[in-house]
């Protein structure tokens, strides 16, 4: 079964930038989403095919997706930013996520 | 604007049974592919089941396949999960979501999940 790699935790100080990434294998082949889940909350979609922000996310949310890796930039980083991070792709009809990365702004 | 609610979890013995719903609202329910995903508790999203927008094909995990029943009622907007044989690593927040209209596919609305406790 296809599988993703998130690495469990990212830290970055307040303003700047965080990267997130995803491995698996050929993933840049197809579109990969991003979710961000705060503490008690539904997970909430932050990009999807691979660069696009649904409306009303911030624009320091951004994506890119190649060879084997996609990427979660977030630029400007604030600390309402601080939460975890899911990637997702397909596996035919079923969805696979990655374990997930939690952001810490410190 | 668009709701998904879950109802129906709850404490239930290993081995026993649970039916979860989600009622939509907000947009044409007919017209979306929906899933369920769970949470197990302080661990990551893992998808579970997913129907089309006529019910009529279904997919599920392979963790819960012969276990675990996915329906939806487009007539009434719900969707539901029967959950069979039920055991203590089922325990999780289950969400239902909506996959956009695609391509490109993602989960653009969640619910806000309803908790599954498998104990004795």
């Known amino acids: 079964s296809y599988e993703l790699t998130q690495p469990p935790s990212v830290s970055v100080s307040p303003g700047q930038t965080a990267s997130i990434t995803c491995s698996g294998n050929k993933l840049g082949n197809q579109y990969t989403s991003w979710y961000q889940q705060k503490p008690g909350q539904s997970p909430v979609l932050v990009i999807y095919?691979?660069?696009k922000r649904p409306s009303g996310v911030p624009e320091r949310f951004s994506g890119s997706n190649s060879g084997n890796t996609a990427t979660l930039t977030i630029s400007g980083t604030q600390n309402m930013d601080e939460a975890d991070y899911y990637c997702q792709a397909w596996d035919s009809s079923a969805a696979v996520f990655g374990g997930g990365t939690k952001l810490t702004v410190l | 604007e668009v709701y998904l609610v879950e109802s129906g979890g709850g404490l239930v013995q290993p081995g026993g049974s649970l039916r979860l719903s989600c009622a939509a609202s907000?947009?044409?329910?007919?017209?979306?592919?929906v899933h369920w995903v769970r949470q197990a508790p302080g661990q990551g999203l893992v998808w579970v089941s997913r129907?089309?927008?006529?019910?009529?094909?279904?997919a599920y995990a392979d963790s819960v396949k012969g276990r675990f029943s996915m329906q939806r009622d487009n007539a009434k907007s719900t969707l539901y999960l029967q959950m069979n044989t039920l055991r203590a690593e089922d325990t999780a927040v289950y969400y239902c979501a909506r996959e956009s209209l695609g391509p490109p596919r993602a989960f653009d609305f969640w619910g806000l999940g309803t908790l599954v406790i498998v104990s004795s």
């Open positions: 095919q691979d660069n």
């Open positions: 129907a089309n927008s006529d019910g009529t094909s279904i």
């Open positions: 907000g947009f044409t329910f007919s017209d979306h592919w």
